[in-house]
T-cell receptor, first 114, second 110 residues
Framework: EAGVAQSPRYKIIEKRQSVAFWCNPI?????LYWYQQILGQGPKLLIQ????????DSQLPKDRFSAERLKGVDSTLKIQPAKLEDSAVYLC???FGTGAYGYTFGSGTRLTVV | GDSVTQMEGPVTLSEEAFLTINCTYT??????LFWYVQYPGEGLQLLLK?????DKGSNKGFEATYRKETTSFHLEKGSVQVSDSAVYFC?????????FGSGTKLNVKP
């Protein structure tokens, strides 16, 4: 089966600019997750969708980050305006159900804010 | 709340050495446990999993046993290779939430 697709692979922007990341999960996976992974740390959950509804966005900095999952398939994560501390890898993952059997991760988008 | 604690790295071993990376967890109920591996510049890949107590997950020569009595899920491999150099994350899934450890970097020298 095809994996989780993410784009772009790399992005460099200046602080205060905006940026968007795209994710296409594995076909049939109802649950989609966005994680932020700062260099040297474990992934931190930003937002979790079940179909097109938000299950958990408690750690999403809502003043600058937004995410949507229209039609319960693809998802977009946006940062506006970006700060230097947003430099990280943004990982998308999907799972068939609750994740009891694991998630499948995409390759991630490496964001550098200068 | 639920959490995962794994040994800090980096861990440096010579090729063919025995590997153990410790992982302990705190959770209510009956979580599923996982090891993920992240090679340089890549996303996370599921290495192995165990969904109930006493289950042993295994893949590519790596093994981990779900020990409920010690709340542990230690990763082991009998003979590491240079190609095993990566960051290893212990994780748990419980009540539709996923928790990662902070990762352990493994360096294997020829």
């Amino acid at each position: 089966e095809a994996g989780v697709a993410q784009s772009p692979r790399y992005k460099i922007i200046e602080k205060r600019q905006s940026v968007a990341f795209w994710c296409n999960p594995i076909s049939g996976h109802a649950t989609l997750y966005w994680y932020q992974q700062i260099l040297g740390q474990g992934p931190k959950l930003l937002i979790q969708f079940q179909n097109n509804g938000v299950v958990d966005d408690s750690q999403l900095p809502k003043d600058r980050f937004s995410a949507e999952r229209l039609k319960g398939v693809d998802s977009t994560l946006k940062i506006q305006p970006a700060k230097l501390e947003d430099s990280a890898v943004y990982l998308c993952a999907s799972s068939f159900g609750t994740g009891a059997y694991g998630y499948t991760f995409g390759s991630g988008t490496r964001l550098t804010v200068v | 709340g639920d959490s995962v604690t794994q040994m800090e790295g980096p861990v440096t071993l010579s090729e063919e050495a025995f590997l153990t990376i410790n992982c302990t967890y705190t959770a209510t109920g009956y979580p599923s446990l996982f090891w993920y591996v992240q090679y340089p510049g890549e996303g996370l890949q599921l290495l192995l999993k165990a969904t109930k107590a006493d289950d042993k997950g295994s893949n590519k020569g790596f093994e981990a046993t779900y020990r409920k009595e010690t709340t542990s899920f230690h990763l082991e491999k009998g003979s590491v290779q240079v190609s095993d150099s990566a960051v290893y994350f212990c994780a748990l899934s419980n009540f539709n939430k996923f928790y990662f450890g902070s990762g352990t970097k493994l360096n294997v020298k020829p």
